[in-house]
Structures are given as structure tokens and as C-alpha cells.
């Protein structure tokens, strides 16, 4: 505690403390959640050991049309302020993955716009009939700042993903993937040990 006090002061200690108490309340398994925080859905929010999560984070599940949605987050993740996690079918975050502030991770979006039933742009959006694709970030990923991560989509293990970035397809594991939307510009090359260019 004196080495807490120490780095954060007499003050932001105490409110350390209030946050750890009201995180144990909560999630048991998770280390530390700063309030406030928005979940709606807890019951289909499966966390483990290790969870840190900013302020103004948002976490919802709403089960949709006979599907159970889930989000699960895996040991050892930290996610910091405002990032907003949304899933009707299947959000799951692997282990020791660190995702950066304003993140938006969603499986599901307002209306169909691929495929064989479209929607009408004349339809109102909110009212439009949701569809979703789950979303899968492998272990030890890592998002950057205001990096938003659309339906149908993996990021591959020991992915980097670039700040304000864009992943609307899937992301190949020991990659570093920029840009709207997200490329993949460096591939990490186990016998040279490095990060390596890869040519657009």
C-alpha cells in the first residue's frame, strides 16, 4: 500500500482502494476495473483472472433471435478508457491481450448489406434487423488507440493492430496491420527475428 501511495498519492490511493472493492463485487477474477463502467447483459460475461479495465469502459451482450450471445475475455487482459465492447452472437478476447483507450469491438451491425436479403436504405437504421458475425482476438494481441474491429473478423496471435485503424477482414497471426481499412505491413520473420515489410 505505501508503494501504492507513493506512485499515486495519498488521494487516488484511496480511490484505488474504492475501485478494487467495487471490482471484487462485480467480477471476482478480475484484478481491477476503474469506475464508472457500463455492462448490461453480466450474466452472458464470462471473465478470467487477471481483467484491468479503464474508466468509461462499456461491455454488452443482448442475446438476439434464439442466439445465446456471449463475450468472453480471456486471462490477463487489459483494456483501457472508453473502450465499448458490443456482441448479440460472439465477441471472445484470448489471453494477455492489450487493447489502447476509445477501442470499439462489435459482432454486429444495424442492417444486412452483403448477400441475399439487403437492407432498404429508405428503412430507418435503428429499426433495421441486426446481423452479426462473431469476432475472435487471438492471444497476446495488442490494439492500438481508437481502433475499431467490425463483425466476422480475427486478429491474429501477437497481432499489432495501428492506431485508428479499421480491421473489417481477418488479421494473420504475427502481423503488424495499419490503416481504414486495415492492412497488414510487417510480418515478424522467426529466422532473422525481425519485423519484416511486407510489400503491398
Known sequence: MLEKIKIYGIFQSMVMLIH???????????RLI??????????????????TAGTGCRMEVYPTEG???????GKNVQINDYVHITAIHSVII???VLIASKVYISDCTHGSYTGQKQSNPVEIVKDRKLSCKPVLIKANAWLGDNVAILPGTVVG???????NSVVCSSIPDNTIAVG?????IKKYNDVT???ERVML
Open 180 to 184: 481504414a481499412p486495415a492492412k497488414v
Open 193 to 195: 527475428g525481425c519485423w
Open 157 to 163: 496471435r501477437n497481432c499489432i493492430i495501428g492506431a
Open 94 to 96: 484470448e489471453d494477455n
Open 67 to 73: 442466439r445465446r450471445g456471449v463475450l468472453k475475455i
Open 34 to 51: 476503474r469506475f464508472p463502467m457500463d455492462v448490461r447483459g453480466k450474466k452472458y460475461i464470462s471473465i478470467e483472472n487477471g481483467f
Open 20 to 30: 478494487m472493492i467495487r471490482t471484487k463485487l462485480m467480477f471476482r477474477e478480475a
